[in-house]
């Protein structure tokens, strides 16, 4: 104890407490072996715990519970009244008796940076983090790393107390993008929670309206899933059982068992090596090569004795088909076209026809979008959307999604029960608004691992032609010695992906439709060449450069046993 400190009798001090200068307590509770920087000023029932540092020029109010071992930095302020006022309504000074005081609670093994300003009704989690200059506005989740004005969730610390190892890169993040937007999301929960509005009403059709626009088309009808929106945008579009729809065999199964599910039958054409999307010379080949037009136009396949009514192109890893020529195409033979949009969502093409940048979903009869929680707009689960410029095709959408229903008990049809939950809804149109930064960061992430790849002769980089601006759900990179590669991330802690590793055509589920091995070269090929590297909004240049380096080691190594 020392001269300039002011400690009232009705202080607690525990023992051992350590004490500098000119420091004011009153009416407070400081636990044991707690050392008290000076100018430090600590007001009646506030409480510090055992073994806390409170660093000088530190301001802790009444309400304030700061639990065992936290440090709390310089200069850091508390705040106990939301709407603190100097008069009250009559004009007269505040007493006491005005003044509203809230709790905020800093738990155990917390750190507060100096600087920091903490909002009352708070509680900054168990071991949390919160950076130098920040504003907690709200709660801390226990490990958090927050920083920033209002203080953001930037990581979590593992639960052994030490920072994540930031040589390991997740193949996805998908924690940081949901707490960046944690109170609107949360917002959303508790309105569907207040009105129990779980089913339809206008958090659907708000974000319907969003999606159709932010997709340059005129309708959208979201659905419960990708694969229910491929499956309702066929049968809306007059795809008939037994038909064949064409397609790609290097696509996710849902592609396929969609148009299955729609009553048709899948056959495939093989892709551009160079865009892993639908090649159009092999699309016109198969047209003119595999199939007989009868008199009235009607296209049967000659190895199905089928009827050939649709194309689907994938827009896969983010990227469009060729549209326009699979349109010509498509017009040429009287076939509709439903894009497979699923990984595609903002994704644009140059339609030389149209003259001018057309949109994923705007250029199909219609389109199918997913809003699985990995897609480039994701939902807190399952979801999905048509986009169609075409209203009638809208309406038999809706009733395909509703148990064929036009209005509440009258069926026209018999349906499905395909429809996407208002909390999806409500969630996707808080994160819509995000989307075009998203994938701009994700185009920004994409242009930078081309830069640190360009030249190398082992690594194979995805090709862009003019016409496209790709949204990169996935960044996928080829290399000869697929396996050694995987393995060698894997050890240095770098998360992958294959995307898809075993071509549809030879697959199990696909035996009945006897494609051989060889029927599809390129599919073949690059199916066990390809890697998806991490890519997500968030990937920070720090990790994008930790996994160029584990990626360059291992195509230094390839290319040093190649001899080149
Ligand atoms: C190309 C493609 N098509 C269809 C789907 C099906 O979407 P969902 O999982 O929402 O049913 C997906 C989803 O992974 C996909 O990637």
Redesign the pocket.
Same mark, same amino acid.
Request: negative net charge.
């Given at each position: 104890m020392n001269a300039y400190n002011c400690v009232a009798n009705d202080v607690k001090l525990g023992e051992n407490v350590q004490l500098s200068k000119f420091i004011n307590l009153y009416g407070c509770e400081i636990g044991d072996e707690t050392k008290i920087g000076a100018c430090v000023e600590i007001q009646k029932n506030a409480s510090v715990g055992k073994h806390c540092k409170i660093s000088s020029h530190t301001f802790i109010c009444e309400g304030v519970v700061i639990e065992d071992n936290v440090f709390i930095g310089h200069g850091v302020m508390f705040i106990n009244d939301s709407y603190p006022r100097a008069t009250t309504a009559q004009g007269s000074l505040q007493t006491e008796a005005d003044w509203k005081v809230e709790r905020t609670v800093i738990k155990k093994g917390a750190s507060i940076g100096s600087g920091a300003t903490i909002l009352p009704n708070t509680i900054v989690g168990e071991n949390s983090i919160v950076g130098a200059g920040s504003v907690v506005t709200k709660d801390v989740p226990p490990n958090a790393i927050v920083a920033g004005n209002p203080a953001k969730v930037l990581r979590f610390i593992e639960s052994t107390g030490k920072t994540a190892d930031p040589d390991l890169v997740p193949f996805l993040d998908l924690v940081t993008p949901h707490l960046e937007l944690e109170g609107e999301l949360v917002d959303v929960f508790r309105h569907v929670l207040h009105t129990a509005g779980f089913v339809g009403g206008s958090m659907v059709e708000e974000f319907e309206k969003a999606f159709a626009s932010f997709c340059d088309a005129g309708h959208c009808v979201a659905v419960s899933? *990708?694969?229910?929106? @491929?499956r309702f945008a066929l049968m809306a579009a007059g795809v008939q059982p037994g038909d064949v729809a064409i397609t790609v065999p290097n696509?996710?199964i849902?592609?396929t068992? #969609?148009i299955s599910q729609a009553g048709a039958f899948p056959e495939f054409v093989d892709i551009d090596e160079r865009t892993s999307n639908m090649s159009v010379e092999l699309l016109q080949q198969y047209l003119e090569e595999q199939c007989t037009r009868d008199s009235s136009g009607k296209l049967t396949s000659l190895r199905s004795g089928r009827q050939v009514t649709a194309i689907v192109p994938?827009? @896969?890893y983010g990227q469009m088909a060729d549209m326009d020529s699979i349109l010509r195409l498509a017009n040429k033979y009287g076939l509709v076209v439903i894009e497979?949009a699923?990984?595609a969502h903002g994704a644009e093409y140059f339609s030389k026809d149209l003259d001018r940048w057309m949109k994923a979903g705007s250029m199909g009869r219609a389109a #199918?979008f997913?809003?699985?929680p *990995?897609?480039n707009l994701g939902a807190c689960g399952?979801? *999905?959307a048509v986009t169609t410029n075409d209203a009638e095709l809208a309406g038999k959408v809706k009733m395909l999604r509703d148990h064929g229903q036009v209005k509440k008990y009258y069926h026209d049809m018999e349906g499905y029960n395909g429809r996407l939950d208002a909390i999806q809804a409500g969630l996707l149109n808080a994160k819509l608004p995000h989307l075009a930064k998203w994938n701009a960061q994700r185009r920004d992430r994409a242009a930078e691992y081309s830069r640190l790849f360009a030249g190398n002769k082992a690594i194979s980089l995805p090709s862009e032609p003019s016409w496209s601006r790709c949204v990169y %759900?996935l960044f996928v990179i080829r290399t000869s010695d697929r396996a050694g590669m995987l393995n060698h991330l894997k050890n240095a802690g770098i998360g992958t992906g294959i %995307?898809y590793p075993i071509p549809l055509h030879l697959q199990k589920a696909y035996a009945s439709l006897n494609y051989g091995e060889g029927a599809f070269p390129v599919s073949e090929r690059v199916a066990s060449e390809i890697i998806s590297l991490p890519m997500f909004p968030q990937l920070t240049f720090r990790q994008q450069n930790r996994v160029a380096e584990e990626v360059l080691a291992f195509a230094s190594k390839t290319l040093q046993t190649a001899g080149v």
């Open positions: 899933s *990708g694969t229910d929106a @491929l696509t996710f849902a592609t068992e #969609a994938v827009h @896969l497979d699923c990984q #199918a997913s809003f699985y *990995g897609k399952e979801g *999905g %759900h %995307h």
